[in-house]
């Protein structure tokens, strides 16, 4: 029994309530969000808006999303791209 546990001197109450405890605290950090990149790759931008890497290529160089050079590595601003998911968003579904 290499996994055995012995109680000695805890009554089922001090258990229960260190559990409870300890359950909560491991909900609280589950639940913290995660801190905000400032900047995202490719990669992150592509699969945020569901296209492929040559349409966001294509959507740089027309303008539609500002891309940002930091050494070899083309980067985007988060809130940049939110901005731009968010004009999307309503577009998509406006009518003529």
């Known amino acids: 029994?290499?996994?055995?546990?012995?109680?000695?001197?805890?009554?089922?109450?001090?258990?229960?309530?260190?559990?409870?405890?300890?359950?909560?605290?491991?909900?609280?950090?589950?639940?913290?969000?995660?801190?905000?990149?400032?900047?995202?790759?490719?990669?992150?931008?592509?699969?945020?808006?569901?296209?492929?890497?040559p349409t966001l290529q294509r959507m740089t160089q027309s303008g539609s999303i500002t891309g940002y050079r930091m050494g070899r590595r083309i980067l985007y601003r988060a809130a940049e791209v939110d901005n731009a998911l968010k004009t999307i968003e309503t577009i998509k579904y406006k009518r003529n």
Do not use: C, G, H, Y
């Open 1 to 53: 029994m290499q996994n055995a546990v012995l109680l000695e001197n805890v009554t089922r109450e001090e258990l229960i309530r260190d559990i409870r405890a300890l359950v909560s605290e491991i909900i609280d950090q589950k639940l913290q969000p995660e801190p905000q990149k400032d900047f995202l790759t490719k990669k992150e931008v592509s699969a945020m808006l569901r296209i492929s890497l």
